[in-house]
């Protein structure tokens, strides 16, 4: 079942803050009416705070045993993506922080879900 | 013919609204004038009003249902987008709502027509 | 040679104005020097006044037809494009309407001209 | 050697100011330091002045010929841009114009230079 | 290591400033935790301040080599970012600069890193 | 109801017979399981016998109202696959003939049908 | 655990047999020596013996059933390549089959299995 | 209308005979039957006979003004790509030849024809 | 420097033996004449022989680890090309080999170099 | 002017003879008639002779300055593709060689020509 404690983090380098944007092409989770797997992308964005204030970044391999750990969670498009944005912004506190999540249509509809943290800037807004 | 009381909706989740973003690659109407088929592209954008002013998602299976109800309707590409946007914010009444539909040519000419409901934030706007 | 009568409208959809976008594939004309033939994709956008206020748009059949009255013409691409934009601008008085035309090019040059009518919203200019 | 004199031009089409662009595949000059051959693509986009203040469209046969003019020459990337766009202002006097050269890279790096005239319209600046 | 004196520079040139791009699509650098080689896109993005105020830009060759004296550098994603955007910023004084590093993914994860200098205009941008 | 008296043909030309190749990428019929509409692409590929023999060509405008005709029939992708083959087989009494459906896929399979009259050509078979 | 039994079968259409092609884009087994999981496409392709010797094809929808069975499996990719040609192969005895699984790299490695029952038409074979 | 004897022809070049192709992207003729304009793109691939005996190419120019002698000509798809096929043999005796014509789709079908002359080694057939 | 002994191996899948391809894109070696780096993408591909006779799989962490070896070797395409064949057929002892490895140009152009072990199946042959 | 003995050559490796693909995206040499330029992709082919016959493989920046030698020269397609073919045989002696040349277009038709040494294996031949 999902799992936030397995994130991660490490310290933001000095300097102004970069914009980081991890993107993992093999998420998957099972629809919570039929049971059937679903299969996404998942698109992680976010500007850590400055490291002179406590800011840090999500370490790479706890982010992905943490996807993992929807494998077998039975939970909708949207509810998983809102709760990807939650377990991030609670794991990295950033200035803002955006998820897009992709997902292969069911019955030939194809969706895309975004949920944010913060005032993203408008250079990282949709579509 | 077509059918909005097919479209079935379910609680958005809680916390700041997602945006959702649902692609039909298979529409099918008739051309009101020569009978003949159209094929189109359906994509529908919208954010659901805050879950605590009981703002709501289409269910997904039920937006197909509604999209094949189309299928023997003789209707002008400007129309049938217009419509669907109209059924679409009666079911769901969302913050603002977005469709977009591409059309396959006909006679060399391939067409896309777009509506709105509300404040389309200028992310989301064209071409 | 070009003929604007051609041009066939219908009312818009009541409602929100929609914006409508034809593009076609198949144009050509002829190079007013040489004789030789152009061949280019036009594109055609536009808002149509609100269908209270008499707000119309122009029928597909007819703008195919009027495209092929330039197949004689001898005409340079600057040209072209603002007539068929000034041709389109009288037949339907749109709120706004914006015509692009892209050139396979001459000479190891291709091309692409923007005419238009009205204010064009941001997200419908260039590149 | 680099000739501006080839350029030529005509009155630009009465009416709304079109915005040109003219993109050649086929330029090459050598590199000032070893006289090894660079190959790029050129675009050109400008917007005339109105044809009522003398506003003047490049000819595009001499633009052509105007390009080939550098095929002996030794010149750096960002000079060639420059002097691009100092030689085709000249010519045609425009509201604004634009340069953007793209070079297939030297030791795995491809390099993209742009230069400008006037005030160009946020909808037509990079990246 | 990385040996930022590498850097070589010329003279901008005179007139109004170029914005520069030039993308490396061959970085090599070492995972510090694992030490197995990572492998990235480099774009470097910048406009030098005018010539007249001692604007100066990167040598091409230089930069290739900078960019090679990482491949025995263990470095995280963050932090190579974030100090070639600081070394390329001592070298060239540029009134803004930018760094985006693309990696192919680890885990089925692949990330983007942006870092800037200065203030970036609009149009250089996210996403 | 699928028609296959709506196919009209037409002498094939004198010489050297051609080979012809015909493709409707809006081709739709109905899931015979669950009434669902399927959504495929009909690749029809043939050599008519010499005119001097009595070959014909399937004139394509029958061919489209043929292929239309399906649109209400229930029917798996093998039988229509077969039955589309079976009947321009009967209409054109080919040298050779050769009917590819792809299917968009239904539960995240999409899927290809060949079926064929006569001895195909190595270079015309498969994948 | 991969569960052959859920493979249903149709009777094969009547007339020279086609040639059957489904791809299942969103296949997914966990590696057995890390526990990760691993994700691919398969693509099965067969020809079923005629309809009057009794050929028969796999229904689509328990084909899904089935590759959703390995979610849990621990097996390598030569070994589930292997086992699927030879669990599809017992269930339609078609006259001959093959499966070709395409992996998602690990360690910036991808990969393509091929197995194949009875003797494959060279059109079908590689790469 | 279509004039063969535009065609010019050169030597072939000394030793091995080459083998030639041409694509002309930009074809258009009428259709017979409506009176509509069709826009194809041909492929012209032949080896010309050894210089030794006579052997000759057609020069391009001249190929492209027989080809643009098409633009009033009301002809189907089948004969306009057989009549360049044997207008070509006529002109340039070749040892083989080929012609391949693509047309943009009517009514949602696009189709290839084929045509030859003498024996196409096998790597030069279809699709 | 490159060592074969990293090499591990697995005993091939009972049943007809399933041909195996390994595509690495993270491939980098020096060169031997400037030292400088270069990448390529290295394409292996083999069928082992039966288990039966004692065939073997490579393990594709030690193929990756093997190839990391030639990180810091000055060679030339060609002769890493014959290596990996050499080292790989040694270490599997297959029906067949081959390698395909394809480098990103030096002075614009790109290379590609295949060798092979025994008897490659014709449909697993160039280009 | 074109230099043959600019090519270099180097002894070809130990072992089974490998395939060598050499592809110059950036040739250029003038159209004969009326002077202007021509750009082109040269791609060369071919098996060495065994290294224990004296097999050898042309240098790599040695045929980069052979290319360059045609930078001025007034040539046809077909000539120049097969001098290229002559001079490459002259310089090593190959089992078989092979000379493909693609050129973007002149006056909407692009060409390819093929032209060879000895026997090319088919899996090497068009189109």
């Given at each position: 079942?999902?799992?936030?404690?397995?994130?991660?983090?490490?310290?933001?380098?000095?300097?102004?803050?970069?914009?980081?944007e991890h993107?993992?092409?093999?998420?998957?989770?099972?629809?919570?009416?039929?049971?059937?797997?679903?299969?996404?992308?998942?698109?992680?964005?976010?500007?850590?705070?400055?490291?002179?204030?406590?800011?840090?970044?999500?370490?790479?391999?706890?982010?992905?045993?943490?996807?993992?750990?929807?494998?077998?969670?039975?939970?909708?498009?949207?509810?998983?993506?809102?709760?990807?944005?939650?377990?991030?912004?609670?794991?990295?506190?950033?200035?803002?922080?955006?998820?897009?999540?992709?997902?292969?249509?069911?019955?030939?509809?194809?969706?895309?879900?975004?949920?944010?943290?913060?005032?993203?800037?408008?250079?990282?807004?949709?579509?």
């Open positions: 079942m999902p799992d936030a404690s397995i994130l991660d983090v490490f310290p933001a380098p000095a300097g102004d803050p970069v914009v980081i993107t993992a092409e093999e998420f998957t989770s099972l629809c919570p009416k039929t049971g059937h797997p679903d299969f996404g992308v998942v698109t992680l964005r976010y500007r850590p705070r400055p490291a002179g204030e406590g800011g840090v970044c999500v370490e790479l391999k706890s982010l992905k045993l943490y996807y993992q750990s929807f494998r077998d969670e039975g939970i909708f498009y949207e509810a998983v993506t809102r709760r990807i944005c939650d377990d991030l912004t609670a794991a990295v506190s950033p200035a803002w922080l955006q998820v897009i999540t992709d997902w292969r249509g069911r019955g030939g509809i194809r969706s895309r879900i975004r949920a944010q943290t913060g005032e993203i800037p408008p250079e990282y807004r949709g579509p």
